[in-house]
């Protein structure tokens, strides 16, 4: 069985910094990318940044470029969201994606919510 762990996620103010964790674990091999995606209440989901796992590529939403940064360990099946310079509008929850080259998986969610 598959899992993926998040951590990191919590309360903070404006302009602080939070450092999202995900882990996955079990029977999963072909990972070729991983990344986060958030939903706020009310709006659909969408994608926040993603990583490859062969060349490292990164490709930002381009309300978070700038402010976070994404990185993987592949050794450890686990990829990181530095979120620096947050604002009200930053807060939702946030969601890890592991993509291998038959099927995507899904973390539970973390919530990270900003307060001004």
């Known amino acids: 069985q598959v899992q993926l762990v998040e951590s990191g996620g919590g309360l903070v103010q404006a302009g602080g910094s939070l450092r999202l964790s995900c882990a996955a674990s079990?029977?999963?091999?072909?990972?070729?990318?991983m990344g986060w995606y958030r939903q706020a209440p009310g709006k659909e989901r969408e994608l926040v940044a993603h990583?490859?796992?062969?060349?490292?590529?990164?490709n930002y939403a381009d309300s978070v470029k700038g402010r976070f940064t994404i990185s993987r360990d592949n050794a450890k099946r686990t990829v990181y969201l530095e979120m620096n310079s947050l604002k009200p509008e930053d807060t939702a929850i946030y969601y890890c994606?592991?993509?291998?080259?038959?099927?995507?998986?899904w973390g539970q969610g973390t919530q990270v919510t900003v307060s001004s």
């Open positions: 079990g029977r999963i091999s072909g990972i070729n990318r």
């Open positions: 990583v490859t796992t062969s060349a490292g590529s990164t």
């Open positions: 994606n592991v993509r291998t080259v038959v099927r995507n998986y």
